[in-house]
């Protein structure tokens, strides 16, 4: 079954607390993405990853950071220093930069 | 600046009934432009995509798109709705930058009532 797998589907943080979210896709997409989503803003784009190994700061980027050891996976995580973090977090691949993009399920965080 | 903005934060349509979700956009060059549908608490889901060609784009569930170069715009449009078409739509479009970034507007809810 092929695809964008995020985990988990709920995540509780307490402040001060760093947390990742998790990012697996087994479509050997060569870019990655994370989004943020807030109600009535649309997404916004937080990373992104074109190849392994490198990776891009967003629209959003401050209070997070990402990683791209290997072509599957783009963990993000969340800092302390991110404000605030309560938001539906997406991740989505695309085999090229013209092509369109496929997401995950999303990772809905909240701040306890 | 690039930009995608989508006038309508809900449209409500009767089943049955032709549905036209809009969307106007703002890229430099060439726009590469995308449809999206959410429900709720899950992730986007692709309908369907413009990069060149025919104006009139066919998509999934029915759903088609007619890009307008003179008036930007690339409204999603469906001869007739479903209830289960009720869901937040989102129109994108890709960064002139190359990097496969999109740009997003703020999304329509699109309610069918039976």
């Known amino acids: 079954d092929g695809g964008i797998t995020q985990s988990p589907k709920y995540l509780f943080r307490k402040e001060g607390q760093n947390v990742t979210l998790s990012c697996e896709q087994n479509?050997?997409?060569?870019?990655m993405y994370w989004y943020r989503q807030d109600p009535g803003q649309g997404l916004r784009l937080i990373y992104y990853?074109?190849?392994?190994?490198?990776?891009q700061k967003g629209d959003i980027a401050e209070g997070y950071s990402v990683s791209r050891e290997k072509k599957e996976s783009f963990p993000l995580t969340v800092t302390s220093a991110q404000k605030n973090p309560t938001a539906f977090y997406l991740c989505?691949?695309?085999?090229?930069?013209?092509?369109?993009?496929?997401f995950g399920q999303g990772t809905r965080l909240t701040v306890v | 600046a690039q930009s995608v903005a989508q006038p309508e934060d809900q449209v409500n349509v009767a089943e049955g009934n032709p549905l036209t979700v809009k969307c106007t956009y703002s890229?430099?060059?060439?726009?590469?432009l995308f449809w999206y549908v959410q429900y709720p608490n899950r992730g986007l889901q692709f309908l369907l995509k413009?990069?060149?060609?025919?104006?009139l784009v066919k998509g999934s569930y029915g759903f088609e798109a007619e890009f307008n170069k003179s008036q930007t715009s690339f409204h999603l449009k469906k001869p007739s709705a479903l209830v289960s078409d009720s869901a937040l739509y989102f129109c994108?479009?890709?960064?002139?930058?190359?990097?496969?970034?999109?740009?997003f507007g703020q999304g329509t809810t699109l309610q069918v009532k039976p």
């Open positions: 890229v430099s060059g060439n726009p590469y």
């Open positions: 413009y990069i060149t060609g025919d104006n």
């Open positions: 994108a479009v890709r960064d002139s930058g190359n990097t496969g970034k999109l740009i």
């Open positions: 989505a691949s695309s085999a090229h930069s013209n092509t369109e993009a496929f």
């Open positions: 990853s074109q190849i392994v190994n490198d990776f």
């Open positions: 479509l050997n997409h060569d870019a």
